[in-house]
């Protein structure tokens, strides 16, 4: 038992870790969101609410300046003070803010949400006991393969997620009869400016953006040959 104390202090400190970091976010959202109040992008999300029978669909807004978009683990789904701003100056269109909008509302369709938590606020937690127990059997080398293996799952599911969310946009978005085409442009558009030029956090720990935009691309392609959209299909990684 005493040999077990060891990882079962690590194991409860992760957890611990993890609930306050959930509980961290929670707050910030409830002191740094808002509600989205702009009418061209309220239409177009009323828009995308129609497609997914949602009729008094929100969006928020959660005030940062990153360019990024967020799924909340309570279904929640918000863009971030810098999307906007990109579109007060014109460089993202409207349809390509209702894409942000469609993809995290796949995230929470598809019941990623909370296990994105990972990402927020359980890294670290995942990080810290794979250190630990490869410390303990490897030493010198092992807290550094430890984080190199968390790091390595969590961008795998983050990955897999950010596939199968563009697909389930793709197809809300085409059912919605909004720019069809929004989806793509954006991600070629934001991977151009750089994420160190405008704060682009969307485009981190994200798949190569012309990877997903020629997926987006493809089931386009496939649906425009007579197969039915399908929120419900999984890109592929």
Known sequence: ????????????????????????????????ARPLDHPELEAAVRRLGRALEIPHL????YDVPAFNGLAAPDGR??????????????RVSTDEVASIVA????????GHSRRRMIDWTGQNAIRWVAVAVLGRFIPFIGPWVGAMLASLLAARLSRQDEFEADAFAAAVMRKAGLNRAAQAELLRKLDKMGPSSTGIAWLMSHPPSEKRARAIEALHAEWDGGKAPDPTLRGKA
């Open 1 to 32: 038992m005493l040999k077990l104390l060891p990882f079962l202090l690590v194991i409860g400190y992760a957890l611990v870790a993890w609930r306050f970091s959930a509980w961290r976010l929670k707050r910030e959202l409830a002191e740094r």
């Open 58 to 61: 929100k969006a928020h807004v």
């Open 77 to 90: 789904v918000f863009v971030t003070s810098g999307v906007l701003d990109q579109h007060r100056l014109g």
């Open 103 to 110: 993809h995290e509302l796949g995230h929470v369709g598809l």
